[in-house]
Structures are given as structure tokens and as C-alpha cells.
């Protein structure tokens, strides 16, 4: 089976700007789950879709928005980008999204620098 | 205040020796997660600990959870240069839908 995939891999936007990252889980996988991750917060859970259904959300601000589609794919999107938005944004794939007997595997990531 | 302590922030190691790193939490673990980094990348998945008392091994690297479920360990058997990377905990703290609490990570430096 193939793996999580995200792109694009690295993105370089100004503030002000919008940016939609994409992500794809594991073939069967229904549930996708985004991490921010910093150097300063580590890894920050954003949010949770399952079956196209916000199931669970960070504490991030109103920016930051994500949507999936009924083919399970995934896309987050952060508007009015600020230099603080600069992170490794991480997405997580799994079957039903529950933290038991339900393992979470990431894809590599998509590197984001706001300038 | 990280929810889930991890301990040492890093270690460098002799090649062929053994490590220990410790995951800690005050509340339950719901699913204990160990995954591993390299700078700038993905979370490899290692393993998954869901019972107290429930231990795992894979290849050199084995894992266990602690009978009360708020503690986790990772022991590295004979230490190689590809064990070197960033070391991950994570679990559900609450058994709350995607949502992993992750530790702060510990580096691992393999030295020849």
C-alpha cells in the first residue's frame, strides 16, 4: 500500500497571503488528522476529518481551516498567513481516528516559510 | 507545560551500546504511539502500546507500557548509526477522535 502523501513538500509565501495544503491517507484509511509542528511547540494537533465531518479541533485560530472530500483526501487551508504560521504541517492517516487499537501514520510533511 | 513528559531532551550514544528513552504522562494514556524523525521530515511509525503491561519488540528497538498505563519506555538494543534521529512519544490523553498529545521528542546521536 502506498503511503500518506502531502503536497506540495515546501511552499514559500509572504504574510498576507492564503496557502491550501493537500493531503492523501492510506488507501481505506478514513480518518486524517493535521499537526503543526515548530521548533518552539513541537507538534500541535489542528484538526480532525472523518467520513467529510470535522470530528475534533486544536486550539488554533479561525485562519486555519481544512475540509476532506468523499474520496478521503484532505486539504487545510491558513489565510492571512503571519511569519508565525512558519511550521512543518504534518497529516495523519487512520482507519477510524481513534487513539486506541488505531495506529496513526504520517506523511512527510509539507514545509511552510512565510516571509 | 508538555502533558506528556519525555526524558533525556538527548543522548548521544556509543555505537553498539544500549539506550533508554522514558515517556511520562499524569493521566491515563489512551494508545501510546512511538515514532521516530529525522530533522524536517515525517513520523515513522515504530509501534503502538494499547494494554498495561503490554510490551513490543521490533528488529533492536522494544517498547513497553507500564501496568497503569502512564508510562512508556523505549530501549534501543545495540545502538547503530540508523537509530540516530528524533524520538517521539504520543497518545491520546483523552480517547478524543485523531487527536495525539506528542512529547517534546528526544535526539539520539550514534557516535562510531
Known amino acids: 500500500k502506498a503511503g500518506v502523501t502531502q503536497t506540495p513538500r515546501y511552499l514559500i509565501k509572504t504574510r498576507g497571503q492564503q496557502v491550501t495544503l493537500s493531503c492523501s491517507p492510506i488507501?481505506?484509511?478514513?480518518?486524517v488528522s493535521w499537526y503543526q509542528q515548530t521548533p518552539g511547540q513541537g507538534l500541535q494537533f489542528l484538526f480532525e476529518y472523518f467520513s467529510e465531518t470535522q470530528r475534533n479541533k486544536g486550539n488554533f485560530p479561525g485562519r486555519f481551516s481544512g475540509r476532506q472530500f468523499s474520496n478521503s483526501r484532505s486539504e487545510m487551508n491558513v489565510s492571512t498567513l503571519e511569519l508565525g504560521d512558519s511550521a512543518l504541517y504534518l497529516c495523519?492517516?487512520?482507519?477510524?481516528?481513534?487513539?486506541?487499537?488505531?495506529?496513526?501514520?504520517f506523511g512527510p510533511g509539507t514545509r511552510l516559510t512565510v516571509l | 507545560s508538555q502533558e506528556l513528559e519525555q526524558s533525556p531532551q538527548s543522548l548521544i550514544v556509543q555505537e553498539g551500546k544500549n539506550l533508554t528513552i522514558n515517556c511520562t504522562s499524569s493521566?491515563?494514556?489512551?494508545?501510546l504511539y512511538w515514532y521516530k524523525q529525522k530533522y524536517g521530515e515525517g513520523l515513522i511509525f515504530l509501534m503502538m502500546l494499547q494494554k498495561g503491561g503490554e510490551e513490543k519488540s521490533h528488529e533492536k528497538i522494544t517498547a513497553k507500557l507500564d501496568e497503569k498505563k502512564q508510562q512508556s519506555s523505549l530501549h534501543i538494543t545495540a545502538s547503530q548509526p540508523s537509530h540516530a534521529g528524533i524520538y517521539l512519544c504520543g497518545a491520546g490523553l483523552t480517547d478524543s477522535w485523531g487527536k495525539l498529545q506528542f512529547g517534546a521528542g528526544t535526539q539520539v546521536v550514534v557516535t562510531p
Open positions: 488507501s481505506g484509511h478514513r480518518s
Open positions: 493521566k491515563t494514556l489512551y494508545g
Open positions: 495523519a492517516s487512520s482507519f477510524s481516528g481513534g487513539a486506541t487499537y488505531n495506529e496513526q501514520f
